[in-house]
């Protein structure tokens, strides 16, 4: 007699409620957000605000787009995240792949190293660091920022590289070298490829983690902000509106570059691969 796995029927039952629920705890927030920042005062600042959006406004928007605080902070994120992203990659996929052909015990010391940093608190390692890029003249600099993320995103964007390599079988590394490729040469045209997909997830990890980090950016910037920093320098001043119409634009480059990279993501990709 066949036995009834109930844990599964369970699990079938409750898969697409969970996930539904779990898809509207995520989208509320976002969506209040954007209501705040395209609603009237007289809307908002009552005892009892309404869920839906009942006199749309831009006057938010159109004030912050004239004030002039919003393209260079805008900018330097985004340069800032971009410059970090691609230093990263280009470290951590060759040491990645490294790290990933070592054996067991010794791959599994250098991940745990990997993490040292993580182990201390970030404000007393931002402050330590903000004190020698001061030394250096990086304070305020694209540059400095850029380093400092590198500290806080090569780890992880290592991390997870070296779970896409050791996805990957050393057997189509070993044929490309009996084809007569060299080692750099079935480096960079058979297993780089088929990291693709663990390059893009590393890639957006490392552009939203700088493109939101906030800690090292409020240590080592002093006049030119991120917009992170500008973001929370209105929600200080108490300036609801500007601070949720700045959250929301926040918002647009992160979905923009999330829908460029995901399109690299593909389930599969190695079935087959080693076959024949």
């Keep these: 007699m066949k036995r009834i796995d109930y844990s599964e029927k369970l699990s079938n039952y409750l898969y697409l409620p969970v996930a539904v629920l779990a898809m509207i705890a995520m989208i509320i927030p976002v969506y209040i957000l954007f209501k705040v920042s395209v609603s009237s005062p007289q809307e908002i600042m009552t005892a009892h605000p309404s869920f839906l959006i009942k006199k749309f406004t831009l006057e938010h928007w159109k004030a912050i787009f004239k004030s002039g605080n919003l393209w260079a902070p805008l900018s330097k994120s985004f340069t800032v995240a971009t410059m970090t992203t691609l230093i990263a990659i280009i470290i951590a996929a060759p040491a990645a792949y490294v790290i990933a052909r070592m054996p067991s015990k010794a ?20 402050l330590s660091i903000s004190v020698q890029f ?10 400095g920022l850029v380093m400092a993320h590198l500290i806080l995103n090569l780890p992880f964007a290592a991390w997870i590289l070296v779970g896409t390599f050791e996805t990957i079988p050393k057997g189509l590394e070993e044929a490309a070298l009996v084809d007569g490729a060299g080692k750099v040469e079935a480096l960079l045209k058979i297993i780089m490829p088929l990291a693709i997909p663990g390059i893009a997830v590393a890639a957006i990890f490392v552009w939203l983690n700088s ?3 906030f800690t090292y950016a409020l240590y080592l910037t002093m006049s030119k902000r991120t917009l992170p920093l500008q973001t929370y320098y209105y929600v200080v001043r108490g300036g609801w509106f500007d601070a949720a119409t700045y959250g929301t634009i926040l918002m647009i480059p992160v979905l923009m570059v999330t829908f460029l990279l995901q399109r690299y993501m593909k ?3 190695l079935s087959g691969a080693v076959k024949g």
Excluded: C, H, Q
């Excluded at 791959?107 to 940093?117: D, P």
């Excluded at 001061?134 to 540059?143: R, S």
């Design 211 to 213: 493109w939101n980090e």
């Design 107 to 126: 791959k599994y010391a250098v991940v745990l190293s990997l993490f040292l940093l993580r182990m201390f608190p970030e404000v007393a390692i931002a």
């Design 134 to 143: 001061l030394k250096w003249n990086l304070i305020d600099t694209n540059t």
């Design 267 to 269: 389930g599969g990709y």
